[in-house]
């Protein structure tokens, strides 16, 4: 993303989602579900008026919670 100027951006990080703020980096938060995120980080953009982006996750191939 080229331009972060007042946007907070929900994406995930190592496992979990994170919410980071530009600017504001004490109001980022992680969460361990993108839906929580997704909701964490509209709630945080509304309140500041910011513009909100979710970067999804790159598809990896792995299976991560196998049916057995």
Known sequence: MSD???TVVTRPN???WEVAVD???ELSQSYSSREEAVDGGRTVADELGFRHVVEE???TGTIT???E
Request: glycine residues 14%; proline residues 20%.
């Open 4 to 6: 972060t100027t007042n």
């Open 14 to 16: 190592r496992g979990q």
């Open 23 to 25: 600017g504001r980096p």
């Open 57 to 59: 996750a790159e598809p």
């Open 65 to 67: 919670d196998p049916q």
